[in-house]
């Protein structure tokens, strides 16, 4: 959401993705498997299209084929043909994503608060849901 606001507010989204990939790097989340929440709230954020980039491949890290292609070590290789790699901001980052791949837990979670009803309709054009797993929270 606070990509959507800042976009709103005039920033350009190709300095937000760096911005996001910078922090996403500096936190090493490919490297300690971390999971990356992107939370939309009751907005649908164009993941397709505005929010994509080389600098920062939204919908590769959505879809578990491209990620499941450089998970671990012995998966790292096919990490220089993945779009992954352009994330690296230096030589050190490619390095290690070369060699050691993504950690086998990283995962990524979309969380929205649209209801059980209404989320296709607003999300179907912004967000690749043929890669995404719906799940309705329960209180029981």
């Known amino acids: 959401k606070k990509l ?6 005039g920033s350009k989204a ?3 993705l760096e911005e996001e ?7 090493n989340c490919f490297k300690h498997g971390s999971t990356v929440v992107v939370r939309l709230a009751n907005t649908a954020c164009d993941l397709k299209g505005t929010f994509n980039s080389e600098t920062f491949p939204t919908l590769a890290m959505l879809d578990r084929t491209a ?10 290789g096919n990490m220089k043909t993945s779009p992954f790699l352009k994330m690296a901001r230096s030589p050190d980052e490619e390095l290690e994503l070369t060699c050691n791949g993504i950690s086998e ?14 989320y296709q309709e607003f999300l179907q054009n912004m967000i690749p849901l043929d890669l995404l797993q719906p799940m309705k929270p329960s209180t029981e």
Not at 4 to 9: E, G, L, N, P
Not at 105 to 112: E, G, Q
């Open 4 to 9: 959507i606001v800042d976009k709103a507010k």
């Open 21 to 27: 990939r910078d922090r996403f790097m500096s936190l």
């Open 14 to 16: 190709e300095d937000l």
């Open 105 to 118: 837990s990283f995962t990524v979670v979309v969380i929205s608060q649209f209801s059980e009803e209404d």
């Open 67 to 76: 990620v499941g292609k450089v998970l671990g070590p012995d998966n790292a």
